[in-house]
């Protein structure tokens, strides 16, 4: 066996919209060796732990028209209908994919191969695709959580059980949605640092402030907070208005951040912000490094955007005419349920 023949075409890192749009692009355009890399146990990880049951996932975002860009035919769904899809994609395409996998390091060698150092090997590749998105690791409070409660403490809805009093905590379209869900069945307040909910969609805004006029949902709105302690078992939350409130659980929904040290394994440049440097191609400051999805963008992104992603780097790199092609691969038929 040659060195060429230990060598991917492409190595992807995420196995989200990013990394699922760039490997299935990449197949139907006739890329032949392509990898993709997750480190938890199945694709869309993201998508599963901090979207509700039945979330409408919309095509365009935030009063964005989105027009898709590639081979994807991907539409307005919901959280259950956008993963069937997905694993559909996968199935069809037979895309080579290792999860339970974790990538730590990137480096380039001499010969312009990257090596891509992971728990479950090294692998070897000509083009790599970043595409691990921020809510992989959710933004955290700056304020120190005691140990003692912090299984009261979460960052989805894993742990809710019904008839808790829940503190959610944020003012984006998931803490709006996370409150809404669960005022069905619980005491919930919402708790948001600005006086106003101006960053959820249409829809959210409408459902919230629906909740917040029925009393389903008690607004917490114009104040932030100081701290939390343990009182008894339960979370007793310290606002700066000098007020406190002793909650069953908290849950956080305030967004996620760019995951620095792993772009700075990478030798990738950063700006000031510690947000990665991309060129319009989305490459990165590191010749054959690209990025897919929502760490592309400093305000996040949505999954039609990141699809595109994977589309527009898939095109640059074959202009670069370094990887092997092949027939392309007709995009196997997958269609979404509404």
Not at 15 to 35: D, F, N, Y
Not at 149 to 155: E, G, P, Q, Y
Not at 164 to 189: P, Q, R
Not at 215 to 237: F, S, Y
């Amino acid at each position: 066996m040659s060195q060429n023949e230990n060598v991917y075409d492409l190595v992807i890192i995420g196995g989200g919209p990013g990394g699922i749009g760039t490997s299935v692009e990449a197949r139907a355009l006739g890329i032949e060796k392509i990898l993709l890399l997750e480190k938890s146990d199945n694709h869309s990880d993201t998508i599963r732990k901090f979207y509700k049951d039945n979330k409408r996932v919309d095509k365009d975002w935030q009063g964005q028209l989105v027009e898709m860009e590639g081979t994807i035919p991907f539409m307005d769904g919901t959280k259950e209908s956008t993963l069937d899809f997905f694993d559909c994609l996968i199935d069809r395409h037979v895309i080579d994919s290792h999860f339970n996998c974790e990538v730590d390091k990137i480096t380039k060698g001499e010969d312009g191969i990257f090596r891509v150092r992971a728990d479950c090997g090294e692998f070897r590749g000509r083009y790599i695709v970043i595409a691990i998105g921020r809510m992989g690791k959710p933004n955290k409070p700056s304020y120190k959580i005691p140990p003692s409660i912090r299984k009261r403490v979460n960052f989805n809805l894993d742990q809710c059980n019904q008839g808790e009093k829940i503190l959610v905590v944020g003012g984006g379209d998931t803490a709006t949605e996370y409150a809404v869900e669960l005022s069905e069945s619980n005491d919930v307040t919402l708790n948001y640092r600005r006086t106003e909910l101006t960053r959820p969609n249409p829809t959210n805004r409408k459902m919230i402030q629906e909740a917040f006029d029925t009393g389903k949902v008690k607004p917490k709105l114009g104040v932030d907070i100081e701290g939390l302690e343990n009182l008894h078992g339960k979370v007793e939350v310290h606002f700066k208005d000098g007020t406190q409130e002793v909650f069953d659980r908290v849950i956080y929904a305030i967004g996620g951040t760019t995951p620095v040290d792993f772009l700075k394994n990478a030798d990738l440049q950063l700006d000031a912000t510690g947000e990665p440097v991309i060129k319009e191609n989305l490459e990165t400051s590191v010749e054959g490094i690209y990025i897919a999805g929502d760490i592309a963008f400093k305000s996040g992104g949505s999954i039609a955007i990141a699809l595109n992603h994977g589309y527009r780097i898939v095109q640059d790199i074959i202009r670069h005419g370094k990887v092997r092609l092949s027939k392309p691969d007709l995009l196997q038929e997958c269609h979404q349920k509404k």
